[in-house]
């Protein structure tokens, strides 16, 4: 049995599509993505000005879902039926790792254990300079005695 993946699906439709179709084809996305996985999370179709121009179109309604699937053919269902509407401007299918959270967590650590590391190898470079700094000075001390000695 293949284990269950984490996706999410995000597209950006034309604003000169009719509103009252826009939350129908967003429940045709999310019907397709029920049959095949489990949704975790979603944003339906909002109003967003875009950064860039998308086929001469500054506005777009922004939609996201987050689901997992153990099916590979549902992420080709949706490239297909974003091909098959021209309401569509952009899509994008992201897989999510579900190790991103430990990844991290554990990087934060391995940085603080460097940090601290660091820190304390300063500490003790210090310590030495400072005692390298006492032995001159005792070193100074004696050649003076013996300067003055032989005058």
């Not at 021209?86 to 959270?101: G, I, Q, T, Y």
Request: aromatic share 6%.
């Amino acid at each position: 049995m293949v284990e269950p993946r984490n996706y999410e699906f995000a597209c950006h439709f034309t604003t000169q599509l009719d509103e009252a179709l826009l939350p129908q084809l967003w429940a045709q996305v999310t019907q397709a993505i029920a049959k095949g996985g489990i949704i975790t999370a979603e944003q339906p179709p909002q109003p967003q000005r875009l950064s860039y121009e998308i086929n001469h179109q500054r506005r777009s309604f922004f939609a996201w879902v987050q689901f997992s699937t153990e099916q590979e053919e549902l992420l080709q269902e949706l490239e297909e039926w974003c091909r098959l509407h021209p309401e569509v401007l952009r899509h994008l299918v992201l897989k999510l790792e579900a190790e991103s959270d430990k990844r991290a967590a554990k990087q934060a650590a391995h940085l603080e254990r460097k940090a601290a590391k660091q820190a304390k190898e300063a500490s003790q470079q210090k310590k030495t300079v400072v005692e390298k700094k006492a032995e001159d000075t005792g070193k100074l001390e004696e050649q003076i005695e013996e300067a003055l000695e032989n005058i």
